[in-house]
């Protein structure tokens, strides 16, 4: 049973545009919701994180879109770049982040030039 | 870097073999979590210690075990290894009881089950 589904599995985007990255959750018990940036051969690094109380959340080129009633939020990536180019999870977690995450199956983001 | 340690970074065994994965937090972090990456499963959550306690079970199997010790250290134990077995295995650490509390990852440790 997959607790948040993530969509799409890959990406492709011009240099410039704009990446976005999608995920639904279905528990409510959910209260935190963070993104995680993963490059090869690397561990996954926090990128951004929201709380449902918040219906966005900005900082610099990466923005999350909260919609508590649909149960889903979003990634967008302002002017992508190719060192954006990495595996991108959202994830959920419950008692403000201090229990496991639940990822989604990530999205492989390739900007290119 | 995220303050989060482990070791060995790579480990090459072979099948029933038993491995030992091992874990340093971030200074002050009280929490540790222990994930598996797959390609066809993803990032899965498999056990969480808190300040020596065992504190949330995931998917992990009976064949591995873990504990986190009095200097918060944890070590992650897999045995009986089958070719499934091989794959990342990250640990994260994080603060306990604040709002919002991040969990940092380490750089994790690759199994290869031969």
């Known amino acids: 049973q997959q607790q948040v589904k993530q969509s799409p599995q890959s990406l492709i985007v011009q240099k410039g545009g704009i990446s976005i990255i999608n995920c639904a959750y279905e528990n409510t018990a959910f209260d935190y919701f963070p993104w995680y940036q993963q490059f090869p051969g690397k561990g996954p690094a926090l990128l951004i994180a929201?709380?449902?109380?918040?219906s966005e959340k900005k900082e610099g080129r990466f923005t999350i879109s909260f919609n508590k009633s649909a149960k889903q939020f979003s990634l967008h990536i302002m002017d992508s770049q190719p060192g954006d180019s990495a595996t991108y999870f959202c994830a959920a977690t419950s008692n403000s982040g201090n229990t496991p995450l639940v990822f989604g199956k990530g999205t492989r983001l390739s900007v290119i030039a | 870097d995220s303050g989060v340690t482990q070791t060995p970074k790579h480990l090459i065994t072979a099948t029933g073999q038993r491995v030992t994965l091992r874990c340093s937090p971030r200074s002050g972090d009280l929490s540790v979590y222990w994930y598996q990456q797959s390609l066809d499963q993803g990032l899965q959550f498999l056990i969480q210690y808190y300040n020596g306690e065992e504190r949330a079970k995931g998917n992990i199997l009976e064949r591995f075990s873990a504990q986190q010790f009095p200097d918060l250290h944890s070590e992650l134990n897999l045995s009986s290894l089958e070719l499934g077995d091989s794959a990342l295995y990250f640990c994260a650490s994080s603060r306990w009881g604040q709002m919002d509390n991040e969990q940092f990852f380490g750089p994790g440790t690759r199994l290869t089950v031969l």
């Open positions: 929201i709380r449902p109380d918040v």
